[in-house]
């Protein structure tokens, strides 16, 4: 009689069948991972908005989830949700809409685009980033938190520890507050917004840990991003495009600027979390928004060193292209083998990501969401035995899809990860 393995063991299967793909080995199998994102509302019955804020119940939806699907990894609901609606709502959060508050409660969150900092403004950012963030970039962003504005430099604060805390301090006593009202309300609402996020991060841990006490792996326990991503999402993509002809050189000091901190945010998120992977949306690098010689100018010197100073710390990037990147394959061969996961979307050729990365790192992604939506079961599997025969030869694959799954049919989606856990086996 066969013995059912205890979910520690399911652990350490799942971690070496990961493991074994990542490193460009031959694993029992195709692992599994679908890039679930919101698609647990779907596949419980909630809505975005109760999801938003409910972040328990969104929890309940995607431990069910992944019970029934039985993922090699999962996504963890923490990168999914990383601002729950009470935060957003207690900052005023100018630069998402989110279900309820600017999108249907049955449609997840868009993000708001725009010049958040000025072209001209590059100088006193570099002058002072920190002073920067803080008394432009955050009340231009959090409505809430516009106030901001009225706070002294944060150079002129006292050069101590105790110093510093004792300035942020003033503004909450009574007669510093009436010297500055606005600001000690703004103080008011981060602190309602910390206590919701400490909740909401207390709450993702514990089911990371659930997860994995119940043999699951996340596919990440650490976050960070491009340089040019980062910076672009508050320069906004009008701005940024037009600054790679008209300051080329502030942009890149820039970038130069931002990359220690998106390195220690890599570090010390995945540090923290005792997993090894990190993970990394990449948005704006890819073949549709920019050419390849801005590409290897702009983006790719600073990602590839974010990418080396994460392996060099023993970490493992994910690098998740969310569009096409046909011209970007042959810069990847720069990476270190068997270091990197890299996430296709649909509209890269995997195929030929094969051909030219096959040996050097693991790939991932590319099933169709549009199949997931509306093929029939037989499709799924012919496209999902085709990625297994011609991307899974010799390993060095993992099986997920284009894009996030949030309208995914949940039939569907049981179609898909049966047949690659039975079709998917290397003899």
């Not at 493992?316 to 011209?327: H, N, T, V």
Request: glycine share 8%; aromatic share 14%; with cysteine.
């Amino acid at each position: 009689m066969k013995m059912e393995k205890s979910p520690e063991e399911l652990y350490k299967e799942r971690e070496k069948r990961v493991n074994d793909a990542i490193q460009l080995k031959v694993p029992d199998r195709v692992p599994f991972f679908p890039f679930t994102h919101f698609f647990a509302v779907k596949y419980t019955g909630m809505t975005f908005e109760e999801a938003f804020y409910d972040p328990d119940k969104f929890l309940a939806a995607n431990k069910k989830m992944n019970m029934d699907l039985e993922p090699d990894l999962y996504f963890p609901p923490m990168f999914v949700l990383n601002t729950p609606g009470q935060v957003l709502e207690a900052l005023d959060v100018k630069v998402f809409k989110w279900p309820g508050h600017g999108v249907s409660p049955y449609h997840t969150h868009q993000f708001v685009e725009g010049e958040y900092i000025k072209a001209d403004e590059y100088d006193a950012l570099l002058k002072d980033p920190s002073d920067f963030l803080m008394r432009t970039i955050i009340p231009r962003v959090c409505g809430a938190l516009e106030p901001f504005t009225t706070l002294p430099p944060l150079r002129s604060f006292r050069f101590s520890y105790l110093g510093i805390v004792l300035n942020y301090a003033l503004y909450g006593m009574p007669e510093v507050g009436n010297a500055f009202p606005e600001a000690a309300g703004a103080f008011e609402s981060v602190l309602k917004a910390v206590r919701e996020m400490m909740k909401w991060g207390t709450s993702g841990l514990a089911f990371d840990q659930e997860m994995r006490e119940l043999g699951f792996p996340a596919v990440a326990g650490g976050f960070t991003g491009a340089p040019f991503d980062l910076f672009s999402f508050v320069r906004g993509m009008r701005g940024s495009m037009l600054d790679m002809y008209r300051q080329p050189d502030k942009l890149l000091e820039v970038m130069e600027r931002m990359l220690p901190r998106v390195i220690w945010a890599g570090v010390t998120t995945a540090k923290m979390s005792g997993n090894p992977g990190v993970f990394m949306g990449l948005h704006r690098g890819t073949d549709t928004f920019m050419s390849t010689k801005q590409f290897e100018t702009f983006y790719w010197p600073t990602l590839k060193r974010l990418t080396l100073a994460l392996i060099d710390e023993g970490l493992i990037p994910f690098l998740g292209w969310e569009e096409k990147c046909d011209q970007r394959l042959e810069f990847l061969t720069e990476l270190p083998k068997g270091k990197v996961i890299c996430f296709f979307a649909g509209k890269t050729d995997v195929f030929k990501a094969k051909e030219i990365l096959g040996n050097t790192m693991c790939i991932a992604g590319n099933m169709p969401i549009s199949l997931l939506q509306t093929g029939t079961p037989e499709q799924v599997k012919d496209y999902a035995k085709r990625l297994i025969d011609v991307v899974g030869k010799d390993g060095g694959f993992i099986m997920s899809c284009s894009s996030v799954m949030d309208e995914a049919d949940p039939e569907l989606v049981k179609v898909w990860a049966d047949f690659t856990k039975e079709y998917g086996v290397y003899r």
